[in-house]
């Protein structure tokens, strides 16, 4: 987790080896079709809770307020749907 003040790392969280990351930079291999889901506890820290199988190739994310992923398939041109299954974190911030 990046603070946006200070542009420093904040926290980190205990990802799988060779994650795939949500990231701009395309250039960096998947290794892992997993989706992190991570939780920001009440001082900050990040907590892996779990993973979410998504697909090969699958680099694109997005998520609403009401718990759902969105995850492209570029293989099979579809979009994966998913319902994060963990509740809110201790650190997390009020829906506005």
Same mark, same amino acid.
């Given at each position: ?13 205990? #990802? ?31 907590? #892996? #809770? ?28 579809? #979009? ?17």
């Amino acid at each position: 987790m990046i603070d946006p003040a200070s542009g420093r790392i904040a926290a980190r969280a205990p #990802l799988e080896a060779g994650p795939d990351y949500v990231r701009w930079n395309g250039a960096v291999g998947e290794v892992s079709t997993n989706l992190a889901v991570v939780g920001v506890g009440a001082r900050g820290q990040l907590e #892996l #809770l779990g993973a979410i199988a998504t697909a090969p190739g699958a680099h694109c994310v997005a998520t609403d307020d009401a718990a759902g992923v969105y995850v492209c398939d570029p293989t099979e041109g579809r #979009l994966l749907v998913f319902r994060d299954p963990y509740p809110a974190s201790a650190g997390a911030r009020p829906a506005r």
